[in-house]
């Protein structure tokens, strides 16, 4: 997919962002189309390559019709076996993570979440329930028009 200037995309394990500029670098005496993306949570900025071979998973977020269904999923959603093991859960978890897909990633915030309530989680799982919920909070934020603290609110409602 071609993306350009001002559209709002999401790079997968760092969350969502909007292309504030698409440029030309030369790599290894080869020009490559770059876009430079904006992440509005943690105020960070990556240049990723434009070709679509390059794999990097890039993909536009979600419409803000599907919203809704996001946060219905939140709401309803059963919360997925995970194993007892804690490093297999989560190399598990990671990988749903890697696809960049908003319902999986929202399979590993509601599990971490509600985790959360009952156990401690370890230092590993307190990552990984941070760049979730940056990850998710960031593409609902763009995809909806809501100020960061309305999403928390949204969100924080829909798991209680």
Known sequence: MDFKRGDF??????????ISEVKENEVDGETK??????????NLHLMVPAS??????????ISSDEVENVLNYIRTSEIL???????KRQRDQLELMKTGDIYKIVD?????ALR?????LSSGEK??????????????????????????????????
């Not at 189309?33 to 943690?42: A, F, N, Q």
């Not at 076996?81 to 490093?87: A, K, L």
């Not at 959360?116 to 401690?120: A, D, I, M, R, V």
């Open 116 to 120: 959360e309530k009952s156990k401690t």
């Open 127 to 160: 990552k990984m329930f941070v760049s979730a919920k940056k990850i998710l909070f960031s593409e609902i934020q763009l995809a909806s028009g809501m100020e960061k603290e309305e999403v928390e609110t949204v969100v924080g409602r829909c798991l209680a």
């Open 108 to 112: 590993v915030y509601k599990y971490l």
């Open 33 to 42: 189309k770059y876009y430079v993306i904006d992440l509005p949570y943690g």
């Open 81 to 87: 076996p995970q194993d007892p093991n804690w490093n």
């Open 52 to 61: 679509p071979s390059s794999g990097t998973g890039l993909r536009p977020v």
């Open 9 to 18: 995309v999401v790079f997968p394990l760092h969350g969502a962002g909007v």
